[in-house]
Protein backbone atom coordinates (compact mmCIF):
# COMPACT_ATOMS: atom_id res chain seq x y z
CA UNK A 1 0.00 0.00 0.00
CA UNK A 2 2.77 2.49 1.02
CA UNK A 3 4.34 1.78 -2.68
CA UNK A 4 1.18 2.31 -4.43
CA UNK A 5 0.94 5.73 -2.32
CA UNK A 6 4.77 6.65 -3.09
CA UNK A 7 4.09 5.95 -7.02
CA UNK A 8 0.67 7.98 -6.80
CA UNK A 9 2.77 10.25 -4.91
CA UNK A 10 5.84 10.74 -7.47
CA UNK A 11 3.64 10.81 -10.50
CA UNK A 12 1.50 13.53 -9.08
CA UNK A 13 4.75 15.43 -8.60
CA UNK A 14 5.95 15.42 -11.42
CA UNK A 15 2.68 16.36 -13.49
CA UNK A 16 2.83 19.14 -11.59
CA UNK A 17 6.36 20.00 -12.36
CA UNK A 18 5.65 19.66 -16.18
CA UNK A 19 2.51 21.35 -15.79
CA UNK A 20 4.55 24.41 -14.13
CA UNK A 21 7.58 23.76 -16.97
CA UNK A 22 4.41 24.42 -19.70
CA UNK A 23 2.78 27.31 -18.34
CA UNK A 24 5.74 29.41 -17.63
CA UNK A 25 6.29 29.46 -21.06
CA UNK A 26 3.40 32.44 -21.03
CA UNK A 27 3.71 35.59 -20.00
CA UNK A 28 2.03 38.97 -20.09
CA UNK A 29 2.90 42.10 -21.40
CA UNK A 30 4.26 44.50 -19.18
CA UNK A 31 3.17 47.62 -20.46
CA UNK A 32 0.00 47.69 -21.42
CA UNK A 33 -0.42 49.25 -25.19
CA UNK A 34 -2.84 49.97 -27.70
CA UNK A 35 -3.28 46.34 -28.97
CA UNK A 36 -3.80 43.30 -26.42
CA UNK A 37 -1.71 40.07 -27.22
CA UNK A 38 -0.68 36.95 -24.72
CA UNK A 39 3.56 36.12 -24.73
CA UNK A 40 5.16 32.73 -25.11
CA UNK A 41 8.33 31.85 -25.06
CA UNK A 42 9.60 29.11 -27.91
CA UNK A 43 12.80 28.09 -29.77
CA UNK A 44 14.23 31.05 -27.43
CA UNK A 45 12.00 33.30 -29.23
CA UNK A 46 9.39 36.11 -28.08
CA UNK A 47 6.11 35.07 -29.64
CA UNK A 48 3.29 37.62 -29.46
CA UNK A 49 -0.46 36.46 -29.92
CA UNK A 50 -3.39 38.08 -30.51
CA UNK A 51 -6.48 36.41 -29.47
CA UNK A 52 -10.18 36.99 -30.49
CA UNK A 53 -12.84 36.59 -27.74
CA UNK A 54 -15.72 36.92 -30.06
CA UNK A 55 -14.53 33.59 -31.81
CA UNK A 56 -14.24 29.95 -29.65
CA UNK A 57 -11.44 28.92 -32.38
CA UNK A 58 -9.20 32.36 -32.06
CA UNK A 59 -8.59 31.66 -28.18
CA UNK A 60 -5.48 30.17 -27.06
CA UNK A 61 -6.15 26.51 -24.97
CA UNK A 62 -3.53 25.12 -22.96
CA UNK A 63 -3.10 22.06 -25.06
CA UNK A 64 -1.36 24.29 -27.66
CA UNK A 65 0.99 24.90 -25.37
CA UNK A 66 1.35 21.33 -24.22
CA UNK A 67 2.19 20.12 -27.62
CA UNK A 68 4.52 23.18 -28.06
CA UNK A 69 6.72 22.56 -25.15
CA UNK A 70 6.72 18.69 -26.51
CA UNK A 71 7.93 19.75 -29.55
CA UNK A 72 10.76 22.23 -28.52
CA UNK A 73 11.51 19.31 -25.61
CA UNK A 74 11.52 15.81 -27.96
CA UNK A 75 13.58 17.70 -30.64
CA UNK A 76 15.69 14.81 -31.27
CA UNK A 77 13.18 12.00 -31.37
CA UNK A 78 10.61 14.48 -33.47
CA UNK A 79 12.67 16.57 -35.97
CA UNK A 80 11.09 18.88 -37.92
CA UNK A 81 13.58 20.28 -39.84
CA UNK A 82 12.26 20.04 -43.41
CA UNK A 83 9.18 18.43 -42.60
CA UNK A 84 5.98 18.33 -44.39
CA UNK A 85 3.49 19.54 -41.69
CA UNK A 86 -0.34 20.23 -40.86
CA UNK A 87 -1.93 21.26 -38.46
CA UNK A 88 -5.59 20.94 -38.21
CA UNK A 89 -7.29 23.80 -36.34
CA UNK A 90 -4.57 25.95 -36.02
CA UNK A 91 -6.73 28.45 -34.17
CA UNK A 92 -4.53 31.08 -32.87
CA UNK A 93 -1.31 29.95 -34.85
CA UNK A 94 0.95 29.11 -32.12
CA UNK A 95 1.78 25.39 -32.64
CA UNK A 96 1.92 26.28 -36.63
CA UNK A 97 4.40 29.17 -35.38
CA UNK A 98 6.55 27.24 -32.87
CA UNK A 99 6.43 24.36 -35.92
CA UNK A 100 7.71 26.64 -38.27
CA UNK A 101 10.36 28.08 -35.80
CA UNK A 102 11.82 24.48 -35.62
CA UNK A 103 11.88 23.93 -39.24
CA UNK A 104 8.78 22.69 -40.45
CA UNK A 105 7.09 23.13 -43.40
CA UNK A 106 3.27 24.19 -42.47
CA UNK A 107 0.34 24.03 -43.98
CA UNK A 108 -2.11 25.83 -41.07
CA UNK A 109 -5.71 25.06 -41.43
CA UNK A 110 -8.69 26.19 -39.64
CA UNK A 111 -12.39 27.65 -40.47
CA UNK A 112 -12.65 30.70 -42.58
CA UNK A 113 -13.76 32.86 -39.88
CA UNK A 114 -10.66 32.28 -38.09
CA UNK A 115 -8.31 32.72 -40.83
CA UNK A 116 -8.15 36.65 -40.72
CA UNK A 117 -6.42 36.29 -37.19
CA UNK A 118 -4.75 33.27 -37.51
CA UNK A 119 -2.63 34.52 -41.06
CA UNK A 120 -2.00 37.86 -38.25
CA UNK A 121 -0.39 36.01 -35.86
CA UNK A 122 1.51 33.38 -38.00
CA UNK A 123 2.77 36.36 -39.97
CA UNK A 124 4.03 38.32 -37.38
CA UNK A 125 5.43 35.76 -35.84
CA UNK A 126 7.51 33.90 -38.31
CA UNK A 127 8.19 36.75 -40.96
CA UNK A 128 12.56 36.37 -41.22
CA UNK A 129 12.76 33.92 -38.39
CA UNK A 130 11.92 31.05 -40.20
CA UNK A 131 13.50 28.94 -43.06
CA UNK A 132 10.06 28.11 -44.72
CA UNK A 133 6.81 30.85 -44.51
CA UNK A 134 3.53 28.95 -43.07
CA UNK A 135 1.18 28.29 -45.43
CA UNK A 136 -2.48 29.56 -43.87
CA UNK A 137 -5.42 28.08 -45.84
CA UNK A 138 -9.01 26.95 -44.87
CA UNK A 139 -10.06 23.18 -44.04
CA UNK A 140 -13.81 22.47 -42.79
CA UNK A 141 -13.10 19.01 -42.04
CA UNK A 142 -14.96 16.39 -44.28
CA UNK A 143 -15.98 18.44 -47.02
CA UNK A 144 -13.69 18.24 -50.17
CA UNK A 145 -10.59 17.16 -48.05
CA UNK A 146 -9.87 14.77 -50.96
CA UNK A 147 -9.70 17.32 -53.74
CA UNK A 148 -8.14 20.28 -51.86
CA UNK A 149 -5.61 18.03 -50.18
CA UNK A 150 -5.19 14.52 -52.95
CA UNK A 151 -3.23 11.69 -51.19
CA UNK A 152 -1.17 11.62 -54.52
CA UNK A 153 0.68 15.08 -54.03
CA UNK A 154 -0.28 16.37 -50.35
CA UNK A 155 1.79 13.86 -48.24
CA UNK A 156 2.19 14.86 -44.47
CA UNK A 157 5.30 13.86 -41.99
CA UNK A 158 3.59 14.96 -39.22
CA UNK A 159 -0.55 15.96 -38.23
CA UNK A 160 -0.73 18.50 -35.22
CA UNK A 161 -3.67 18.66 -33.90
CA UNK A 162 -4.34 20.77 -30.34
CA UNK A 163 -7.82 20.99 -28.32
CA UNK A 164 -9.72 19.97 -31.35
CA UNK A 165 -11.95 17.62 -30.08
CA UNK A 166 -14.91 19.13 -27.69
CA UNK A 167 -18.42 18.84 -27.89
CA UNK A 168 -19.54 19.73 -31.24
CA UNK A 169 -21.13 18.16 -34.11
CA UNK A 170 -18.48 17.41 -36.26
CA UNK A 171 -16.69 14.99 -34.68
CA UNK A 172 -17.23 12.40 -37.59
CA UNK A 173 -15.78 14.88 -39.76
CA UNK A 174 -13.18 15.18 -37.97
CA UNK A 175 -12.41 11.77 -38.10
CA UNK A 176 -13.02 11.66 -41.68
CA UNK A 177 -10.19 14.07 -42.19
CA UNK A 178 -7.72 13.04 -39.99
CA UNK A 179 -8.09 8.99 -41.50
CA UNK A 180 -7.66 10.93 -44.83
CA UNK A 181 -4.40 13.01 -44.30
CA UNK A 182 -2.84 10.27 -41.99
CA UNK A 183 -1.00 8.07 -44.78
CA UNK A 184 0.97 4.99 -44.58
CA UNK A 185 4.48 7.08 -43.22
CA UNK A 186 2.54 9.74 -41.32
CA UNK A 187 2.20 10.67 -37.45
CA UNK A 188 -0.43 12.17 -35.34
CA UNK A 189 0.87 14.56 -32.68
CA UNK A 190 -2.45 15.39 -30.83
CA UNK A 191 -3.07 17.14 -27.45
CA UNK A 192 -6.41 16.80 -25.96
CA UNK A 193 -8.21 18.54 -22.85
CA UNK A 194 -10.83 15.61 -21.56
CA UNK A 195 -14.03 18.18 -20.47
CA UNK A 196 -16.87 15.86 -21.18
CA UNK A 197 -18.32 12.36 -22.22
CA UNK A 198 -18.06 13.25 -25.88
CA UNK A 199 -13.87 13.45 -25.53
CA UNK A 200 -13.51 10.07 -24.18
CA UNK A 201 -16.06 8.20 -26.61
CA UNK A 202 -13.99 10.20 -29.42
CA UNK A 203 -10.66 8.84 -28.37
CA UNK A 204 -12.38 4.83 -28.26
CA UNK A 205 -13.64 5.53 -32.00
CA UNK A 206 -9.91 6.44 -32.79
CA UNK A 207 -8.69 3.36 -31.53
CA UNK A 208 -10.78 1.51 -33.94
CA UNK A 209 -8.62 3.21 -37.44
CA UNK A 210 -5.21 4.14 -35.09
CA UNK A 211 -2.60 2.85 -32.65
CA UNK A 212 -2.24 5.19 -30.15
CA UNK A 213 0.20 5.83 -27.45
CA UNK A 214 -0.17 8.46 -25.11
CA UNK A 215 3.28 10.52 -24.36
CA UNK A 216 1.86 12.98 -21.58
CA UNK A 217 -0.65 12.24 -18.96
CA UNK A 218 -1.39 15.93 -16.96
CA UNK A 219 -4.19 15.33 -14.75
CA UNK A 220 -3.50 19.18 -13.34
CA UNK A 221 -4.02 20.21 -16.87
CA UNK A 222 -7.23 17.72 -17.75
CA UNK A 223 -4.90 17.23 -20.62
CA UNK A 224 -3.19 14.20 -22.44
CA UNK A 225 -1.17 14.01 -25.52
CA UNK A 226 -1.48 11.31 -28.26
CA UNK A 227 1.38 9.94 -30.74
CA UNK A 228 -1.23 8.30 -33.39
CA UNK A 229 -0.44 6.26 -36.76
CA UNK A 230 -2.24 4.16 -39.10
CA UNK A 231 -3.23 0.38 -37.63
CA UNK A 232 -2.28 -1.31 -41.38
CA UNK A 233 1.33 0.62 -41.22
CA UNK A 234 1.68 -0.87 -37.78
CA UNK A 235 0.77 -4.62 -39.38
CA UNK A 236 3.06 -4.14 -42.08
CA UNK A 237 5.99 -2.96 -39.52
CA UNK A 238 5.64 -6.43 -37.96
CA UNK A 239 5.30 -8.48 -40.89
CA UNK A 240 8.60 -7.17 -41.66
CA UNK A 241 10.38 -7.76 -38.62
CA UNK A 242 8.97 -11.28 -38.46
CA UNK A 243 10.52 -11.96 -42.22
Same mark, same amino acid.
Given at each position: MEDSNTQEEAGAAEDAE?????????????????ESWEGYVFSDMEIRIK???? +?? @? $??????????????ETNRDKYNLTDKNVMELGAGTGL?????? +?? @? $??????????LLGNLQYNVMRNTKGRCKYTPLVTELIWGQDV???FPRATHCFDYILAADVVYAHPYLEELMDTFDHLCQENTEILW????????????????????QLEELYNLPSLSIKLYRAWRKDRRTKDQGEAAA
Amino acid at each position: MEDSNTQEEAGAAEDAELAKAIMSRNFRPSVIGPESWEGYVFSDMEIRIKESTD +LY @G $AVLWPSAMVLCHFLETNRDKYNLTDKNVMELGAGTGLVTIVSS +LL @G $AKVTSTDLPDLLGNLQYNVMRNTKGRCKYTPLVTELIWGQDVEQRFPRATHCFDYILAADVVYAHPYLEELMDTFDHLCQENTEILWAMRFRLDPENSFVDRFRQRFQLEELYNLPSLSIKLYRAWRKDRRTKDQGEAAA
